[in-house]
């Protein structure tokens, strides 16, 4: 990655009508960072003056290709870092989900994932050096939650993915991470959390007593493509207020 102090750091985010990518987009601008959103509508993209807005379907080889080349261009260079945070949430169990729903699943969450990093990685290749890759994926990868089975299927596919990409690209300098969120409140979940009894229940799934926020998550993502995380790669990091790691004793009275 380009670390000298004078120069933008450039970053690409898919998913960028989304609420964590908004917000992860605010917090690298404030950084000095220079941004590519890419969005499949790009008239829901927010793009700052200084950023370049990209229409284009990130879950196809094709569409992957476009974006970077376009981000290339106004870049004179790939991207330093990539995070892709396009992806779908579908919460019901396996009898009421459809195909047609599972394979819209697995496309926005995996097949997104595996082409941003087949053009990513060409593009790094190109110019002989490394970068930074952060991935989403779910504690529903990492733990049996109910009604999860399509986007535990998904999002442990992008796991399995973010371990063996990192091992395969270590050799270009490029590091691989994903982030493994709880339920976090954005405009993709807002139905889960749509009254107080709703939120008072999710909120109590999780020991640090609250459902996370995209600033959560966004957070975190700044700081893995960051230099700061110079030295990790190929790490599934819950974001999750100890849901996956942490078992509080249960008072009964």
């Given at each position: 990655?380009?670390?000298?102090?004078?120069?933008?750091?450039?970053?690409?985010?898919?998913?960028?009508?989304?609420?964590?990518?908004?917000?992860?987009?605010?917090?690298?601008?404030?950084?000095?960072?220079?941004?590519?959103?890419?969005?499949?509508?790009?008239?829901?993209?927010?793009?700052?003056?200084?950023?370049?807005?990209?229409?284009?379907?990130?879950?196809?080889?094709?569409?992957?290709?476009?974006?970077?080349?376009?981000?290339?261009?106004?870049?004179?260079?790939?991207?330093?870092?990539?995070?892709?945070?396009?992806?779908?949430?579908?919460?019901?169990?396996?009898?009421?989900?459809?195909?047609?729903?599972?394979?819209?699943?697995?496309?926005?969450?995996?097949?997104?994932?595996?082409?941003?990093?087949?053009?990513?990685?060409?593009?790094?290749?190109?110019?002989?050096?490394?970068?930074?890759?952060?991935?989403?994926?779910?504690?529903?990868a990492g733990v049996g939650v109910g009604n999860h089975p399509a986007i535990a299927a998904a999002k442990g596919g992008v796991e399995a993915l973010t371990r063996a990409l990192a091992a395969d690209a270590s050799s270009l300098g490029l590091r691989v991470n994903a982030i493994a969120p709880g339920l976090m409140d954005t405009p993709a979940t807002a139905k889960f959390v749509s009254s107080d009894l709703a939120r008072r229940a999710v909120s109590a799934q999780y020991p640090l007593g609250r459902h996370g926020t995209a600033d959560d998550a966004a957070a975190l993502a700044a700081f893995l493509v960051s230099p700061r995380a110079g030295w990790i790669s190929g790490q599934i990091i819950a974001v999750d207020g100890g849901f996956l790691g942490v078992r509080p004793a249960v008072k009964v009275s």
């Open positions: 990655m380009n670390t000298s102090p004078d120069v933008s750091q450039t970053c690409l985010i898919t998913g960028a009508s989304g609420g964590v990518a908004t917000a992860l987009a605010a917090m690298l601008r404030a950084e000095g960072w220079r941004l590519a959103l890419v969005g499949r509508d790009r008239g829901r993209l927010a793009p700052a003056e200084s950023d370049v807005a990209i229409e284009a379907d990130v879950s196809t080889e094709a569409g992957a290709r476009d974006a970077f080349e376009t981000a290339k261009a106004a870049f004179g260079q790939a991207p330093d870092a990539v995070v892709n945070c396009a992806g779908a949430v579908l919460i019901a169990p396996i009898g009421r989900t459809s195909e047609a729903q599972y394979r819209d699943c697995l496309s926005a969450n995996l097949d997104t994932a595996f082409f941003v990093s087949r053009a990513y990685v060409a593009a790094l290749q190109a110019e002989k050096r490394g970068g930074a890759l952060v991935f989403f994926s779910s504690v529903a």
